[in-house]
């Protein structure tokens, strides 16, 4: 079994909400409080376990906005589980995903220097490192209907761009999804083989410019005229 996250970059509308639910889950979870920094202040920080990135792709009038959530990747071959001194960083082999045992970590940084996705956070309260679980306090728990028991930010997410099942299973939706819109891993050359998988947006009908609209409503104009002189 390998739990992950599939995510439809065309549906993400970059709302914040899986960002905010995951925050006030983890918070209360297995991790303990997630600390914020000046949370009222001009410049508030904090620990995040999931981060939208905004992009801007392509050029006037055929651009579009990509909403990019980013939280850890779940790797099959992850360097943030290899690199840690004291074995604070595990990947579970019942499902893949990639914990921290906040009893053995010693806040070093070396798994946060080892991920490319950004995906660890050192809590400076703590002082130790803190990431994604996948909910698994949540996921697992047999007291929520079945529904239920999946990672806070998918159930949160207003626009259904968040998908979580067994990526092992070809007959799951997360699977089936990453089939038919030819799912993307992120950053795949560097080998780490990242778990969770992303749906490329899909390609937007160019938006006339005002001086094709103008020509064309001119067009309209003379059509209409014609017209009328012929009746």
Not at 127 to 151: A, F, H, S
Not at 179 to 206: I, V, W
Request: proline share 7%; charged share 25%; with cysteine.
């Amino acid at each position: 079994m390998r739990l992950g996250l599939v995510i439809d970059l065309d549906t993400c509308v970059g709302c914040h909400a899986c960002a905010v639910a995951c925050k006030q889950w983890n918070t209360s979870g297995t991790t303990g409080p997630l600390t914020d920094i000046s949370a009222y202040g001009a410049e508030p920080s904090g620990v995040w376990f999931n981060r939208i990135r905004h992009y801007e792709v392509g050029d006037y009038p055929n651009n579009k906005t990509v909403n990019m959530p980013m939280s850890c990747m779940h790797c099959e071959d992850a360097d943030c589980v290899t690199v840690c001194p004291t074995g604070a960083s595990y990947k579970r082999k019942e499902d893949g995903i990639v914990l921290v045992d906040q009893d053995k970590c010693m806040g070093c940084n070396l798994c946060a220097w080892a991920c490319p996705y950004g995906a660890r956070e050192l809590d400076p309260v703590d002082g130790v490192m803190k990431k994604c679980t996948l909910c698994i306090d949540r996921i697992y728990d047999k007291t929520l209907d079945p529904e239920d028991r999946q990672p806070a930010c998918v159930i949160t997410c207003p626009a259904h761009a968040r998908f979580f099942g067994d990526l092992d299973d070809p007959d799951s939706e997360v699977s089936r999804l990453t089939r038919e819109r030819a799912g993307q891993k992120l950053m795949p050359e560097l080998g780490y083989k990242p778990t969770n998988t992303y749906l490329p947006p899909r390609l937007t009908r160019p938006v006339p410019t005002a001086d094709v609209r103008r020509k064309s409503l001119i067009s309209s104009v003379k059509e209409w005229v014609n017209q009328a002189i012929v009746r």
